[in-house]
C-alpha cells in the first residue's frame, strides 16, 4: 500500500501547490485550465462524453466545469455536425489567451512542486511504473475504467 499513499500524497499536495500559484498569479483556475487543455488539444472540438473521460481532475464535473467556462467566454458548445444529439465542447479565442496565460505557471509549478525533488532516474522510473498502470487500464472495457 506504501506506494499507492506515497502516490495520492504527492498527487495531493503538488495539485494544491500548483493550484495557488495559479490563484496567487490571477490566472484560470487548474480545473479550467484541465478542461482547456484537453479541448485545445482538439481542435474541432470534443463531445462532453469524450471530455469526461480525458480530463484528469474533475471528471464528474465536466458538464458544469463546460458552464462555467461557457459563461465565461472561454468555451462555446455546439450541435455535434455527425451527430445531432451530440454537443461538441470548442475553446474559444479568449479560451485560449486564458490557457496560455496560465500555462508558464502551470508548468513552472510542475517543476518546483514536483520534478525537482525527483533525480532524472526516479522520474523515469515513476514514468514508466504509472504508465504501465494506465496501460492495463486502458485495456480494460470502457464501464471498468
Known amino acids: 500500500i506504501a506506494p499507492w499513499r506515497a502516490m495520492l500524497l504527492a498527487h495531493n499536495r503538488a ?5 495557488g500559484d495559479l490563484a496567487a498569479a490571477g490566472v484560470i ?35 458544469r466545469l463546460v458552464d462555467e467556462l461557457e459563461r465565461q467566454g472561454l468555451v462555446a458548445r455546439q450541435s455535434d455536425p455527425d451527430d445531432g444529439r451530440a454537443t461538441l465542447a470548442k475553446i474559444t479565442k479568449d479560451g485560449t489567451a486564458a490557457f496560455r496565460s496560465a500555462a508558464p505557471i502551470y508548468l513552472a509549478g510542475i517543476e518546483r512542486h514536483f520534478t525537482a525533488h525527483l533525480t ?26
Open 29 to 63: 483556475p487548474l480545473n479550467w485550465y484541465d478542461v482547456l487543455l484537453e479541448l485545445r488539444a482538439a481542435q474541432d472540438g470534443l463531445r462532453m462524453q469524450d471530455l469526461g473521460e480525458r480530463v484528469v481532475l474533475s471528471r464528474t464535473r465536466v458538464s
Open 15 to 19: 495539485l494544491r501547490a500548483i493550484e
Open 120 to 145: 532524472e532516474t526516479e522520474q523515469l522510473s515513476i514514468t514508466k511504473g504509472l504508465s504501465q498502470v494506465v496501460a492495463a487500464h486502458d485495456k480494460l472495457p470502457t464501464v471498468l475504467r
